[in-house]
């Protein structure tokens, strides 16, 4: 199993171009989310979703799109990127509802300039 | 929403000292998870622990959920272990809220 794989690992976008950021995961996990890390601060969940065709709302899910139209993928995308979205995003999967025990993707380090 | 605190903010170590790192939380959960950040960004789940006592090698954490604290444990720490530690909670929403982490560096 590949695990949670997440593509780009870096990019670097100008303000107000817009792009996805990929999330897939090979473990038939119901739950999949999105966070953003930013130096100093802990984790903040962006959007989240609990099966194919169902997304929510986190914590910050200002200028941030997502949808969930297989059990396998997550893609997050950025409308209009701003440089408040300069940051380090991780997407994370659990095998139930309820974010039990999730399993965590490398990452992609956006700038936005 | 839950409030998640954790400390210290920072620890400094020797090899083969041992640590206790914190986790006080605001309210009542049903899911709380211990993860490590290594310097490269990866993030390990260490511990799902949301009451009692778990271990797994030199670590270990126990929840005391009616009080609202976790308690990490690293005994005869390795420079390995240097990281950040993140503890994170959740209620009966699907939500996990992380707190800001303890870093932790372990010198030779």
């Known amino acids: 199993n590949a695990g949670v794989t997440q593509t780009p690992k870096f990019q670097v976008l100008k303000t107000g171009q817009s792009m996805t950021l990929q999330c897939a995961q090979d473990?038939?996990?119901?739950?999949m989310s999105w966070y953003r890390q930013d130096p100093g601060m802990g984790l903040r969940l962006i959007h989240y979703?609990?099966?194919?065709?169902?997304?929510d709302q986190g914590e910050v899910p200002n200028g941030y799109n997502v949808s969930r139209s297989t059990t396998e993928d997550f893609p997050l995308r950025l409308l209009s990127a701003a440089p408040s979205q300069t940051s380090v995003y991780f997407c994370a999967s659990s095998y139930q509802r309820g974010a039990y025990e999730q399993y965590f993707g490398p990452g992609t380090r956006l700038t936005v300039t | 929403g839950i409030q998640v605190e954790q400390s210290p903010p920072d620890l400094i170590l020797q090899e083969g000292a041992n640590s206790t790192l914190r986790c006080n939380f605001s309210?009542?959960?049903?899911?709380l998870q211990w993860f490590h950040q290594n310097p490269w960004g990866q993030l390990i789940n260490l511990f799902y622990i949301p009451s009692g006592t778990k271990q797994n090698g030199r670590l270990s954490a126990t929840t005391v959920a009616t009080e609202r604290y976790s308690l990490l444990y690293i005994s005869s720490s390795q420079t390995t272990d240097s990281g950040v530690y993140f503890c994170a909670v959740g209620d009966n929403t699907d939500k996990l809220i992380f707190g800001t982490g303890t870093r932790l560096q372990v010198f030779p």
């Open positions: 309210d009542s959960v049903n899911n």
């Open positions: 473990m038939n996990h119901e739950y």
């Open positions: 979703s609990v099966g194919a065709g169902i997304t």
